[in-house]
């Protein structure tokens, strides 16, 4: 039987040092056999909330950065009204904004472990689900290498706590097909009578994010029509040509395992949907393990990515709209752009 918990551990610490194993498997996709150098061709670009056929077809590079043209970063020229637009997706639930997106959200959360596919995964979600008919959307998590779900239990409690019914793989080395199967279970949980689930998922409305291998793992799974918005955290490098959703891409300058040049940009540059791209830095900035436990500096920007696109938080867009973005200051540099609008 499934085990529960109303407090996940972050305390394992089984994660909190790079091997040579771990830094040889951030090298590829985490989907099991995609080189990390391999840049999938998906065609033409696919058209999310915040591209339009326009941009999609423009020449030149459509990106935006310190020095370049187009559509302006911080402290550029150009447009300066950007605006992710009100996405609207396949999603049918709206929640009102909140005031700190750092902060918990309306929602108690509960927690289990040993569930889902196998009984390999943790599930972490509102302890009441479906209140007043919300059909609340599926969140899938990807773990770093050497990590499991509890070393992040801050963060993924947090996020479940903004109405998302969070699964993670349990594995140490979480795979893209880990990641689509516990999307799957969730879904079919949806249609199975006396499930906790039934009839309370909005499958048509699903999240990734990860952090690490895992994010690579979650980049590349997102490839999924239904999944509307993709965080990656101090990413791997993963599929992001097949992305369907807009893509948040956060790193930080002391990160010296998952590098910016050798992974993270290398994603951003693949990526054909709406992508923001920043880097931390300053005191909080603890290298590769800024996101660990509660999620730290990233958590606020990726809780406001996911309220965006999956519940049309519009007061969600200033971490990344405009020169005066909160993610264009202090203690965030290098903003990134593509695909915006």
């Known amino acids: 039987m499934p085990g529960e918990a109303h407090g996940l551990d972050a305390t394992d610490g089984t994660g909190s040092s790079a091997s040579n194993t771990a830094r040889a498997a951030a090298g590829s996709a985490a989907d099991g056999g995609v080189p990390a150098s391999t840049t999938l061709d998906a065609g033409a670009p696919a058209l999310t909330a915040g591209s339009d056929a326009k941009t999609g077809a423009a020449g030149g590079s459509s990106d935006s950065t310190a020095g370049k043209g187009g559509e302006a970063s911080a402290g550029q020229g150009g447009s300066s009204a950007q605006d992710a637009g009100t996405p609207a997706g396949a999603c049918s639930q709206s929640l009102p904004s909140v005031g ?49 779900p509890t070393l992040f239990s801050g963060l993924l409690q947090a996020i479940a706590s903004h109405g998302f019914v969070l699964i993670a793989s349990e594995d140490s080395q979480v795979t893209a097909q880990q990641v689509i199967d516990g999307l799957d279970w969730l879904a079919a949980q949806n249609e199975r009578v006396g499930s906790d689930f039934f009839e309370k998922l909005d499958v048509q409305c699903a999240v990734a994010l990860g952090c690490g291998v895992g994010a690579a793992a979650v980049v590349t799974a997102a490839s999924r029509p239904n999944v509307v918005a993709t965080v990656a955290l101090h990413s791997a490098a993963g599929s992001a040509s097949m992305l369907q959703g807009p893509l948040l891409l956060l790193t930080s300058k002391n990160d010296t395992f998952i590098t910016a040049p050798g992974f993270v940009d290398p994603t951003f540059e693949s990526s054909r949907v709406t992508t923001f791209y920043a880097t931390l830095t300053g005191a909080t900035d603890n290298g590769h393990t800024s996101a660990y436990a509660d999620g730290g500096a990233e958590r606020a920007p990726a809780i406001a990515w996911l309220r965006l696109w999956a519940f049309r938080d519009r007061e969600a867009r200033k971490y990344f709209d405009g020169d005066k973005c909160i993610l264009c200051q202090e203690p965030w540099t290098n903003p990134r752009r593509k695909l915006w609008r």
């Open 100 to 148: 700190d997106y750092a902060a918990n959200g309306p929602y108690i959360t509960t927690a289990r472990t040993a569930d889902g596919p196998d009984g390999r995964y943790t599930i972490v979600r509102p302890m009441m689900l479906g209140k007043d008919g919300f059909k609340h959307p599926i969140a899938i998590w990807g773990n770093d290498i050497t990590t499991t």
